[in-house]
């Protein structure tokens, strides 16, 4: 019995070791690569005018829409499979090029009618030239998928990390320029290109795609499974700027569109890279209903101790950070952030279900959880918008706890999870996350009439003593666990 049970742990502690090299690696990167471009961001953000992003923002869904639809969920089923071969892997890629050639085509075609919905003439020649995205996309979802399979990030950070310092010198360079909008234009094509070069070189992908798609049946069935359940992902995330962008005026627009992105930087930029380093090992677990269980607690344990301080934070700070990051001229997103920042925990924990789901072979739970999304979120947007970027902001914070709970009734069996599992892994950050912005709440309402710098320093000091100081105090097991994942020790039982 004892030698039967050796390969089996030593496996599992491969598959440990492996998940938190992938973990450090593309999320190391990752927040590497976005502080190059958030610095690049900031100051591209306080050269443009809301205008610019506003009618960026009114391109976007569009190209959203037709990305839904660009294979990568065809290679998440190139992840998914037990094994594959050249013949597979040729096929994908054939895949990958028709979609996305004819994607191109589709939104070249479509530009004028986005234009005469939004009565912006603006927004055809920006889709028009954006369609140049759609080339990239083939040579960048293959070798993810490869490098993917095997759990190897860190080709793919080394990359991430070369074209986000390519893209933020575009940008810059396009904002001191006097590019307006189309700098927002350029620095997208630049991350895409150089990314695509990078990702082929590092998982020596560059072959002839096939064409003939015989026996390509489970593959495409899956892939048409995940477009479908990202398809109810755009109408969830661009329904706001959908309805909003026939309401506001460009400037308008560009007011909650900026709020929107100063909220949801962590769930949009810091959890997607996790969740692809969890899809994989999800997937390589996938038969072991109690381990797919006790990591996802795990994962959602670990992430919330990063997301609800930073949203709490950003809620209680929101007046001197936008002034000290965005400059006067932004003042107006204040309070649009400051409400936006409340609901955004319910967005983080949602977007975690899917890849848990996905990985068990069910990715029909996620198109189902989209659909259902997709309408309530809708819902609350058409109604919100008669009042503002005010009214959407609220709308979000009204109608993303009803689509969370729905999802969560649905997604858990699956997963093998229960709600009291799920309790215990929130409740040490959301602890500690409320006592902190209670505390800076305080600590602002007291301080003397201070500059925007020195106030959002003094208040960002505070939170993170607080914050720091609840958990070493009331939940020393979440600080071992992070301390033995950065230090790959075995993790606490």
């Known amino acids: 019995m004892e030698s039967a049970a ?21 999320s190391g990167s990752q927040i590497l690569a976005q ?42 089923g190139l992840i998914q499979k037990q094994e594959i071969g050249r013949k597979e892997t040729r096929q994908l890629f054939g895949m990958l090029v028709l979609l996305n050639f004819g994607l191109g085509a589709a939104q070249f075609l479509l530009a004028p009618l986005a234009a005469a919905y939004y009565r912006q003439d603006m927004v ?39 074209a986000s310092i390519a893209s933020a010198s575009a940008a810059l360079a396009g904002a001191l320029a006097g590019l307006g909008v189309w700098t927002l234009v350029l620095a997208p094509i630049v991350l895409f290109t150089v990314r695509a070069v990078g990702m082929t070189i590092a998982a020596k992908s560059l072959m002839w795609p096939s064409f003939d798609f015989r026996g390509a049946g ?84 670990i992430i919330m101790i ?5 949203y709490f934070g950003l809620a209680a700070t929101a007046e001197p950070l936008v ?31 899917g890849p848990a789901c996905d990985a068990r072979g069910r990715p029909g739970i996620g198109v189902s959880n989209g659909a259902i999304g997709a309408t309530i979120l809708a819902i609350g947007f058409l109604i919100g918008v008669q009042w503002g970027p005010n009214g959407l902001a609220t709308a979000w914070i009204a109608a993303y706890p ?13 997963i093998g999870t229960n709600l009291r599992a799920l309790a215990d892994a929130v409740a040490p950050a959301l602890l500690a996350a409320l006592g902190m912005a209670l505390a800076v709440v ?52």
């Open 6 to 26: 050796k390969p089996t742990n030593h496996t599992a502690e491969s598959l440990s070791e492996q998940v938190r090299s992938a973990v450090i690696w593309r």
């Open 35 to 76: 502080l190059v471009q958030w610095a690049a961001t900031f100051l591209v953000i306080r050269i443009l005018d809301p205008r610019d992003y506003g009618l960026f923002a009114m391109t976007q869904v569009i190209l959203v829409l037709l990305n839904m639809l660009n294979g990568y969920g065809l290679a998440s």
């Open 124 to 162: 055809m020649h920006l889709l028009r030239v954006q369609a140049l995205l759609y080339l990239t996309t083939p040579f960048i979802a293959l070798p993810y998928a490869l490098l993917s399979r095997t759990l190897d990030f860190r080709l793919q950070a080394r990359v991430n990390i070369v």
């Open 218 to 301: 489970t593959l495409a069935k899956y892939g048409g499974v995940m477009a479908a359940g990202q398809m109810f992902w755009f109408f969830q995330s661009q329904a706001d700027v959908f309805i909003a962008g026939r309401h506001f005026t460009p400037h308008m627009l560009g007011i909650y569109t900026t709020s929107l992105f100063l909220t949801q930087i962590f769930v949009s930029k810091f959890v997607p890279p996790l969740n692809e380093v969890a899809f994989s090992a999800y997937a390589r677990i996938q038969h072991d209903t109690r381990a797919v269980a006790t990591a996802f607690n795990r994962s959602v344990r």
């Open 306 to 310: 990063a997301a609800l301080p930073f």
């Open 323 to 353: 002034l000290t990051v965005l400059g006067e001229k932004w003042v107006e997103t204040v309070p649009v952030v400051h409400l936006l920042a409340l609901a955004m925990p319910f967005m983080t924990m949602q977007v975690l279900l």
């Open 402 to 414: 009803v689509y969370l709970a729905i999802s969560l009734w649905r997604s858990m069996p699956v």
């Open 442 to 493: 305080l600590v602002d309402g007291i301080l003397p009439p201070l500059a925007p710098l020195p106030r959002l320093a003094i208040l960002v000091a505070t939170g993170g003593l607080v914050y720091a100081g609840w958990l070493l105090v009331f939940a020393r097991t979440v600080i071992r666990e992070l301390i033995a994942i950065v230090r790959k020790r075995p993790l606490p039982a």
